[in-house]
Nanobody, 120 residues
Framework: QVQLVESGGGLVQPGGSLRLSCASS????????MAWYRQAPGKQRELVSR???????NYAESVKGRATISRDSTKNMMSLEIHNVSPADSAVYYC??????????????WGQGTQVIVSS
């Protein structure tokens, strides 16, 4: 059983920056990939950014150039920074991690979510 806990949500002014963190009960070297998703009211959950165990990253077009995802293996944490935020970035953000299991596929884990509101 893996527990993922997000933190860092709250109110952010348009044009400002936000840093979200995800703490894992399992060493993050065992999670491949990890990712951030978000879901706005009335919208489907969407992928924001992913990072592999080797540090390879990708970003949704909506945040490309404004976001940075990172892993800290010493703290078993993953972070997401978003700069120059707009109301379109308002959503509940979810931490995701996948555990590859040889011969058994993968097990996926989700955090409970943290709400981000971008408003002046």
């Amino acid at each position: 059983q893996v527990q993922l806990v997000e933190s860092g949500g709250g109110l952010v002014q348009p044009g400002g920056s936000l840093r979200l963190s995800c703490a894992s009960s399992l060493r993050i070297s065992a999670l491949d990939p990890m990712a951030w998703y978000r879901q706005a009211p009335g919208k489907q959950r969407e992928l924001v950014s992913r990072i592999t165990a080797r540090g390879i990253t990708n970003y949704a077009e909506s945040v490309k150039g404004r976001a940075t995802i990172s892993r800290d293996s010493t703290k078993n944490m993953m972070s997401l920074e978003i700069h120059n935020v707009s109301p379109a970035d308002s959503a509940v953000y979810y931490c995701f991690g996948s555990v590859p299991i040889s011969g058994l596929g993968r097990e996926d884990y989700w955090g409970q979510g943290t709400q981000v509101i971008v408003s002046s």
